[in-house]
């Protein structure tokens, strides 16, 4: 029965090189836990439940460390996710209706349509507050006197 457990060890560790989870894994190691107890006892019931609590207990056990490492909060945006936020200046009038219109931030030329299709003439300082296919949306910003 030690060769069963050492097929289905194999055949999850495949399935985990396929994989980009750090799930099918812990299976594996239940089933190497599994071919060693049987070894020892060729009651199926037994190996059968020591993969099962083996797998679980493992699973669970470890998946704080796991999502420690899986997820990064410091994440960087890059492309266009990075214009978002950001502030630059209408070079030619934004006239959402007929959806005219371009801004400059931070050297780069955006088509741009107003935020609730408002428009805004040439030199306001505006905001990006989305990305929305070739077109930035945007909203003036309002200066204090």
Known sequence: MWQIWLIIAGVCFIIE???VGFLIFWFAIGALLAMVV???TDNIIIQTSLFVISSTILIFATKPFVKKFAKNKNTIQTNVY???GKTGIV???ID???SLGQVKVGGEVWSAVGLNDINIPQGTEVEIK???GVKAI???IQKLN
């Open 38 to 40: 049987s070894l020892f």
């Open 91 to 93: 070079t030619k009038d």
């Open 82 to 84: 990075s214009t978002v």
């Open 130 to 132: 989305e990305i929305k």
């Open 138 to 140: 945007v909203t003036p």
């Open 17 to 19: 090189i396929m994989t």
């Open 96 to 98: 959402s209706i007929q």
